[in-house]
DNA sequence: GGTAGACCTGGACGC
DNA sequence: GCGTCCAGGTCTACC
């Protein structure tokens, strides 16, 4: 089996920027991802799939020159023809190198704001599994606490490459587990049997009896697969609006406790939290399919206020300082 | 259809 | 160092 040399070179939109756009959203903060601020670099474990075989982790670095230019995805081991293509899979899939760019003029074209600085895309994760576990992790819980499950995920169940680093789960892993051990060991709490009941049903391909693939099929509509998710244990609005977006459909808003202090300190509204939340959610109705966009952004560039621009955050230092509390000094 | 209370964990706070 | 309180979405029981 001929070997690949371990760089690969990955093409991207015009308008891709790593920096920028890996630095959008929670999740690259949360384990395995990790990002560089230093050397502009983003770096995580892969777990590659085989059916054939068991799981293999690489750990990928991914850098980029300047914008539009390729991805430099450096892997610490040999890989085969396929492992490269599988590879290539999962980045595009985690930074979105899939997304239409006339998709992201539409939304500069709605809301202008974005525009200068380029932002559109959003992180999200190799897999829609993780995707899916990681914002089961986010209810109902402070920031700190999503952080510590996601570290400990991966510690306890994680496969480890040859460089020792760890990856996310695989939903076959996590299926093997009682739901006592998960709990024991990663802090997850009653979401226990959830997650574990959920990783169940990924592994066996179908959620809630609809096959996975149909969640990620473009030609499904956006309120049926809402209303699939939303079945699903530890799912519910809020949840289902975030995967929504994950899976790159932005006209719901996730309504949370955030929605609410994003409602009172930068958009001055006042009240009880039900009807901030109906009244974020309305004054976002009119950017339509990009709702969510239009909100993310808006809340990012607040945190940005406070901690300044988010490519420059360490993982290590700054992700913890994001509760509610330290947000509304 | 709407609502109250339980579910866990970890951080903040008072002593 | 210990105990108590509180934040955080989902789920179930009940009205």
């Avoid at 932002?119 to 606490?145: A, H, M, Q």
């Avoid at 621009?309 to 230092?317: A, H, I, L, Q």
């Amino acid at each position: 089996m001929r070997l690949k040399p371990p760089r690969l070179s990955i093409p991207v939109p015009t308008d891709y920027v790593l920096w920028r756009d890996v630095c959008s959203y929670g999740y690259f903060l949360l384990e395995p991802n990790f990002w560089d601020p230093a050397a502009k670099a983003f770096r995580r474990v892969l777990t590659l799939v085989d059916p054939a075989s068991k799981p293999r982790a690489v750990t990928v670095t991914i850098t980029q020159t300047k914008k539009a230019e390729p991805l430099t995805a450096t892997v610490d081991s040999k890989v085969t023809n396929a492992q490269a293509t599988e590879i290539r899979a999962q980045v595009t899939r985690m930074l979105r190198l899939d997304e239409d760019a006339a998709h992201i003029r539409a939304f500069h074209k709605l809301d202008a704001r974005w525009k200068k600085l380029g932002r559109g895309r959003l992180l999200r994760s190799p897999t829609f599994y993780e995707d899916v576990i990681k914002t089961v992790t986010s209810c109902n819980v402070t920031w700190p606490s999503t952080i510590a499950m996601n570290r400990r995920l991966c510690e306890h169940f994680g496969e480890a490459g040859a460089s020792g680093l760890r990856g996310f789960p695989t939903a076959h892993q996590i299926a093997r587990q009682r739901p006592a051990t998960l709990r024991a060991r990663c802090g997850v709490g009653y979401r226990d049997a959830r997650i574990v009941e959920l990783s169940a049903m990924f592994a066996k391909g179908k959620l809630g009896g609809v096959p996975v693939e149909a969640f990620e099929d473009p030609a499904t509509p956006d309120d049926q697969i809402r209303e699939w998710l939303i079945e699903l244990p530890g799912i519910g609005p809020y949840a289902a609006a975030n995967i929504l977006q994950l899976l790159g459909r932005y006209g719901h808003l996730p309504l949370d406790t955030e929605t609410v202090r994003h409602g009172r300190t930068v958009l001055g509204m006042k009240g009880p939290s039900p009807g901030i939340m109906k009244r974020v959610n309305a004054h976002f109705a009119p950017f339509g399919a990009h709702a969510f966009r239009a909100y993310w952004f808006e809340m990012w560039e607040f945190y940005e206020s406070k901690r300044g621009r988010s490519w420059t955050w360490e993982r290590e230092k700054t992700a913890s300082t994001f509760t509610a509390a330290k947000l509304k000094l």
